[in-house]
């Protein structure tokens, strides 16, 4: 039943984008969740939860907040890990991780842990360090 309501309210839909000339004449949208909309972090969410259930480790490891995914390790290197898995997992399905959107936080939570030289990446590529 919650399945027909939702496929109801995606089928069908156009938009027109509000501009400082006026509006645009309106176009369907195919593809995506509406933005803006109370429903598609819920979706979202669950639709991610389903995909990557095999993947997830136990709170607070892994956690999804609307469309971000925070992955929480001891070290680099295991963050490393779990973001090649997630990328796996997610490009399997047919997702792709948004390299660009990608961040990283390093909390020091020792005094003896020291400045750590390696750092997190996508497939090579680094990811940048944020705060």
């Known amino acids: 039943e ?20 006026g509006d645009t004449t309106d176009f369907p949208i195919d593809i995506g969740l ?3 909309s ?6 979202f969410t669950t639709v991610m939860d389903e995909l990557t259930r095999d993947i ?3 709170i607070p490891w892994c ?8 992955l929480i390790d001891e070290s680099r290197e295991g963050v490393n890990n779990k ?14 991780l948004s390299r660009s959107k990608t961040e990283y936080l390093h ?5 003896d842990e020291g400045d750590v030289a ?6 090579g590529a680094i990811i940048p360090r944020v705060g």
């Open 38 to 43: 109370a429903l598609s972090p819920f979706l």
């Open 118 to 123: 390696s750092e997190v990446g996508i497939e």
């Open 83 to 96: 973001l090649e898995r997630w990328r796996d997992t997610l490009e399997a399905k047919g997702f792709k």
């Open 107 to 111: 909390c020091r939570f020792s005094a």
């Open 63 to 70: 956690m999804l907040f609307a469309d971000d995914i925070v």
């Open 2 to 21: 919650y399945t027909r309501v939702i496929r109801d309210m995606y089928e069908g839909v156009r938009t027109k984008v509000r501009t400082v000339l």
């Open 34 to 36: 509406h933005q803006g």
């Open 56 to 58: 997830q480790d136990e």
